[in-house]
């Protein structure tokens, strides 16, 4: 897999090897999708630890790695330091960004205090960038999204709890090719729209509502993410007004997420159009986020994040508004970053569809 990618890790911050703890980046440095044990890579050699459940996938799966069990009783600790010492790495990077606080710690009593460097997102970021191979695997999670959006146009009707709704969404999903659901469905009506993240209830759809279906699916291995909002009924003046806004702002957003421009530039785009129609405060989140192998990866289009966008990074365009008491609009595509326009991945209609 991609594990040559650390060598330039370990130039960069000058040590001697890496462990690697993230499910995320075993897989993509290794090929290991168990996301059990860890991961050490130095010049000399890769090392895949992992335990007698997983040892006789980790050998398929993870070819150019020495496959290695701790043992009944699990001491990574030992198994580590002993690599180190055979190695004579001195200074070893950690991910303390993910690895618990009590795990570092035995780790590092058995490692001697070897592990000198917490890496950051420096793991992260080498995903960031997708391969044409990649790029097909998201693609296809998206057009199942893209397929479950059409269902749900035909089956929404008032009467159906959101709970149902996203029950209908993720059977859908699963049996059009989905391996899972790349996070929990949000299906969200009439006042819980307002909540960005609102968690789906008992609550009926009632004519007139603003629904809002923020969700995704895992395709080998692969996230998607699209949100559409729809009203129940026929729409109200603010409704369609929001709507309008938000619609603005995700099209200037897409036009303006390209390679060479810094994800706050792409973010300020959408936000300024928002601000400017006087709902400023009603968006609150970031305007999106790359997707991979975990449905939030970086660099994001947030406010703070400078990172350059490159061609071949994914990242969702997803503004909102939000209106406590009223209800709320967001609408997201997952797009591919090209040296133009980027490469939409979504297809559904975007113009306020009214049920
Ligand atoms: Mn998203």
Known sequence: MFYEKVYDVMKEKNIDAVVVSDGANMRYLSGFRGATGYLYISAKRRVLATDSRYTTMAKEEAPDFE???????????????????????????????????????RLQEACKGKLTTPLGDSLDLLRSVKTEQELVYLAKAEEIGDMAFSHMLEVLKPGMTELEAAAELEYFMKTHGAENLSFETIVASGVNSAMPHAMPSNKKIEPGDFVTMDFGCLYNGYCSDMTRTVVVGKANEKQKEIYGIVLEAQLAGL????????????????????????????????????????????????????????????ETVEPGIYVPGFGGVRIEDMVVVTEGKCRNLAHSPKELIEL
Not at 69 to 94: I, S
């Open 67 to 105: 496959v290695v069990d701790p043992g009944a009783e699990r001491n990574y600790g030992e198994l580590l330091n002993g690599l180190m010492e055979q190695d004579g790495a001195e200074k070893v990077g950690f991910e303390d960004q993910y690895l618990l606080y009590s795990s570092y710690s």
């Open 255 to 314: 036009e303006a997420c390209r390679s060479g421009v810094r994800g706050c530039d792409v973010d300020k785009v959408s936000r300024d159009i928002i601000t400017k129609a006087g709902y400023g405060d009603c968006f609150g989140h970031g305007l999106g986020h790359s997707v991979g192998l975990y449905i939030h990866e970086e660099p994001r289009l947030s406010r703070t994040c400078e990172v350059v966008l490159q061609p071949n990074m994914i």
